[in-house]
């Protein structure tokens, strides 16, 4: 079975045909996968803007849908899977109508997925199935969440931030170092030349139950608001010491161990809670999935951990880490297979529950 994934929950216009294998362990293959970023059209912004994603990715989409089937070699397929959301209503909206137009001219089934679904999903399709329970932590720009699987295609959420997700502040604190955006990959860089215990910054460990979600244990959310405020006070002495202006940068140095610090903090805040959960609930591997899941910090600490746990570690490859239609194919297929079907009037929801 062939599928086409269209993703465009946020500033990716994204295309990908997989197939089935027959494989139990390895059910996909990644026959193309085409992504038109729009870093270029936000980094003057410092951020995405929502209006403007929307806006180019009108522009993208056809041209992405097209190259995804020369890529793989096809003209037909089986099915259409569509992010549904969560996103930014505009860009969800924009994916969503070509997919279901395109459903109706094809006839082919619609199978609306879930964006963390989809991220998640990128550990099998490029690890495969992965030894369960597993624990999984979904981190990117706009999401930082840690879920249970028990059972194939079954999420059990555990814990989520409660303010900043982590790819947003690496975003913020890039920015406050004048590193530009986007923040992840420009942190990532510059730390390479710092010292990550340069700078003492906190690591936040909540106790109490978030009053939104009473159900969930406090212990497992994650906050990023004050490691972000501890940077801005750094980085402000500092300044004040050297008699610089708010605008004036730091020197290269000192930029570069603020990075490193800020890293590693944030790469031991996500793994204490991954890997404290896995005790708690035996699991019997661990996964990161999403954009941050790209840090190399985060990687080589998670692989040093899950050795020293006794656990197989899955995080995907670079390109199926970022927001990607492989993986929204392949949480389409899992659905489908599980008899998931969606009508060709349903709507976008930015807010969309896994």
Known sequence: MLVLGIETSCDETAAAVVEETGDPQRPWRVRSNVVASQIDVHRKWGGVVPELS??????????????????????????????QGPGLM?????????????????????????????????????????????????????????????????YEILGRTRDDAAGEAFDKVAKLLGLGYPGGPAIDLVSQHGDDRAVSLPKTKLTHADRNAPHLPGHRDFSFSGLKTSVLRYVAARREERGLGPDDPLPRQHISDVAASFQRVVAETLLDRLFDAARFYSAR???????????????????????????????PRLSLSTDNAAMIAAAGLRRYRAGVVGELDVEADPALTL
């Open 54 to 83: 929307a806006r180019q990715h009108v522009r993208d989409i056809c041209g992405v849908v097209d190259r995804a089937l020369a890529d793989a070699g096809v003209e037909s397929f089986d099915a259409i899977a569509v992010t």
């Open 90 to 154: 505009g860009s969800l909206l924009v994916g969503l109508s070509f997919a279901k137009a395109l459903a109706w001219a094809r006839s082919v089934p619609l199978v609306p997925v879930h964006h963390l679904a989809g991220h998640i999903e990128s550990l099998v399709l490029d690890g495969g199935e992965m030894p369960l329970p597993a624990i999984v932590l979904v981190v990117s720009g706009g999401h930082t969440s840690l879920y249970r699987i028990e059972a194939i295609g079954k």
């Open 285 to 315: 591997s661990v996964g990161i999935a999403g954009g941050v899941s790209a840090n190399s910090r985060l990687r080589e600490l998670a692989v040093i951990r899950g050795a020293s746990s006794g656990l197989p570690v899955f995080i």
